[in-house]
């Protein structure tokens, strides 16, 4: 005889999960009861948010589904930010939540909550269990669901009388999706179409975002990127599918990406988007965003197409499908160099960043951290002023070498989900860059870092300011700084030694020399090299900014390259 | 006015799904009406919607697993009764325009 918890248990070994995520509860406990012997590790995170955003990073890290446990009512609503960020990033993942017992659903009873639809416009499929026979099936079609296509989140609601009755025997299910009669898919016919458009342009570009990574097809991107030799740049999320150093390259683009790729972006006759869904962070006013451009678009979920602006031509499918079969084309065609175009777009005259930029201490702390880091090192943002710093100055060829929460910006993310990425890649340097005050949302899972001795090397920009709302509000709301002052932070290396992490401090000062000092070289080295967790708290000055920014509402071609001087 | 007939599987919160659709973009639902088919079920919506809206919601609606179909009414009926989302008259339209 087995209960409900363990063929819950022996169906998500079949799906291959060998890791999951969670904070035990009421009812959930069945399944906590059958843990052992399961042949899956369970992480205890101290809050089910830092269960689902480490679920998040582990699948984030290996692009394997996720998966979170917590429980009824208060724990099922815990993971409600880490499901809305999964949906909006593309991660696969799957929510597992204890619910009351079936008798009592609809009763207002102890730590009920509604989950299912509490979460029906964040997930992408999710089930309500109602009868222990149909359990093999439910969480094989969650697993399908949640990786298939556009990975996202998926969330099945258990009963706790459902895990703990018995039942003969039950075997894992398979899941085959229903046919539709039509499925969306681009015809052959794409390929011819972007040649004659690419032979008709003057100045194409090429803007990559995280679905390149996600569909596997990088190495057949980079090969047909090197073909054409266009200007290129990447959505936060697509940083890594493309080498920076690639002679065409120019960085990230949007609100905070470099003034050299939102100009070509903004100049541009033919827009190639790779696997991106082109939100207001990367389009500025949707109305001017490549105004002159026709837009070819590559995505797997015809959902994205059209959001902002319509495209021109749709190429719906599996970018691993497509990207080849446009490659194939374009080798059989005689296309037009560029070369003027591109020796303008990627000149010299278009720096990345201003030269004041470069000489702020955070970015030259943030250079030097990232300059001595291990290669296929995975660097994670939290969310903020750091997290564009980071974006704008990490150069890795790694395509899942950078980890942040992008589509949402859910502050608190970085730590737990650093969790879930060093428990995936062991050997890996996992390099976490927090705000003071996202550090501070999810500052309790320096338990499980602690308890699991995961060598996670922590970095806090402390400048005593949520800051990026503290830089709008300087540029756009006359300086009221109202509710951003952070001034009487804890002392975070005192915190760090109270959960035995070991932990330091460095100001500004150690950056004023360029190069550093031996003895700061030596000891960013210590730290990125050590095998231990260890916390680094750099103070930065308050009111230091991210630039380029293109102010809320307006064109890329619009964007700040420095604060306007104060009258 | 625009008439939208959605066909689905009858699983938990898809009819939901498709009403939230509409909902988070802050569009009235003057009409909503649900069958219950043989098989599968059927709900037809009458919305106040622009054509770029048309086509966000053709396709959020068929990027729901158990949508099974999706039509749109008169004015748009050569365009959506086939393939959703039609990526072959788009294509013959850049085609033609390129």
């Known amino acids: 005889m087995l209960k409900g918890a363990e063929i819950v248990l022996q169906c998500l070994r079949a799906e291959g999960v060998e890791l999951m995520f969670g904070y035990p509860g009421g009812a959930i406990m069945p399944l906590y009861d059958a843990l052992d012997g399961s042949g899956i590790r369970h992480i205890l995170t101290r809050h089910e948010q830092g269960a689902v955003f480490a679920a998040e990073g582990y699948a984030r890290v290996t692009g394997k589904v996720g998966v979170a446990i917590a429980t009824s009512g208060p724990g099922a609503t815990n993971l409600v930010t880490g499901i809305a960020d999964a949906k909006m990033d593309s991660v696969p993942l799957v929510c597992i939540t204890g619910q009351v017992r079936s008798a009592l659903i609809g009763t207002d009873a102890f730590q009920e909550t509604d989950v299912f639809g509490v979460t029906l416009s964040l997930t992408k499929w999710s089930h309500l269990v109602r009868t222990l026979d149909e359990i093999p099936e439910v969480i094989a079609e969650g697993f399908h669901w949640a990786r298939s296509g556009r990975p996202g989140p998926v969330i099945i609601d258990i009963p706790t009388d459902m895990l703990k009755t018995k039942k003969e025997s039950a075997r894992p299910a398979k899941f085959t999706p229903h046919a539709r009669p039509a499925d969306a898919k681009a015809d052959g016919g794409f390929t011819d179409t972007i040649v004659a458009m690419l032979q008709q342009a003057s100045r194409p570009v090429a803007l990559v975002g995280a679905g390149a990574k996600l569909s596997g097809a990088v190495p057949e991107l980079r090969r047909l990127l090197d073909q054409l030799n266009i200007p290129t740049f990447a959505t936060v999320h697509g940083l890594g599918a493309v080498p920076p150093q690639s002679p065409y390259y120019l960085g990230m683009v949007g609100m905070h990406g470099t003034r050299a790729a939102n100009t070509a972006l903004h100049e541009t006759d033919l827009l190639l988007v790779f696997g991106a869904r082109l939100d207001d962070r990367v389009t500025g006013d949707p109305s001017r965003f490549a105004p002159h451009a026709k837009i070819v678009h590559f995505e797997i979920d015809p959902a994205q197409l059209d959001r902002v602006r319509p495209c021109d031509l749709p190429v719906i499918g599996d970018l691993a499908e497509t990207i080849p079969a446009f490659q194939a084309e374009i080798c059989r065609h005689a296309l037009p160099d560029f070369k003027d175009w591109h020796a303008v777009a990627c000149g010299p005259e278009r720096a990345e960043l201003d030269p004041r930029g470069l000489a702020q201490p955070t970015i030259r702390f943030l250079d030097e951290l990232f300059s001595r880091l291990p290669e296929n090192s995975v660097v994670l943002a939290d969310v903020g002023q750091h997290q564009m710093w980071a974006a704008q100055r990490y150069r890795s060829s790694y395509p899942r070498g950078f980890i942040t929460s992008g589509g949402l910006g859910a502050m608190g993310f970085a730590l737990p989900a650093a969790v879930g990425v060093q428990l995936a890649k062991p050997d890996t340097c996992v390099l976490c860059v927090s705000g003071d005050g996202g550090f501070q949302m999810n500052i309790q899972e320096l338990a499980t870092v602690h308890r699991l001795d995961l060598p996670i090397k922590m970095v806090i920009i402390d400048n005593k300011y949520l800051g990026m709302v503290r830089q709008w509000q300087q540029l756009f709301y006359e300086r009221n700084y109202a509710e951003t002052d952070l001034s009487d932070n804890p002392d975070f290396v005192e915190i760090a030694k109270a959960y035995k992490i070991p932990s330091f401090r460095m100001n500004e000062d150690a950056m004023r020399e360029f190069p550093v000092s031996e003895q700061t070289g030596n000891e960013i080295d210590r730290f990125l090299h050590s095998p231990n967790p260890e916390l680094l708290v750099f103070d930065c000055a308050p009111e230091a900014n991210v630039f380029p920014m293109v102010p809320a509402g307006a064109a890329l071609s619009e964007m700040l390259l420095e604060e306007e001087p104060s009258e | ?98």
């Not at chain 2, 939230?20 to 919305?47: C, F, I, K, Q, W």
């Open chain 2, 1 to 98: 006015m625009q008439t939208f007939q959605i066909r689905y599987r009858n699983t938990q919160g898809t009819l939901m799904r498709i009403l939230t659709a509409v909902s988070r973009r802050a569009l009235d639902m003057p009409s909503v009406h649900a069958d219950a088919g043989e098989n599968d079920h059927e709900v037809t919506l009458v919305l106040d919607v622009n054509p770029k809206q048309i086509g966000q919601l053709c396709r959020e609606w068929y990027a729901i697993p158990d949508v099974i179909k999706v039509r749109s009414g008169a004015a748009h009926e050569a365009e959506w009764s086939n393939a959703h989302p039609p990526t072959g008259v788009s294509i013959q339209r850049a085609a033609a325009r390129a």
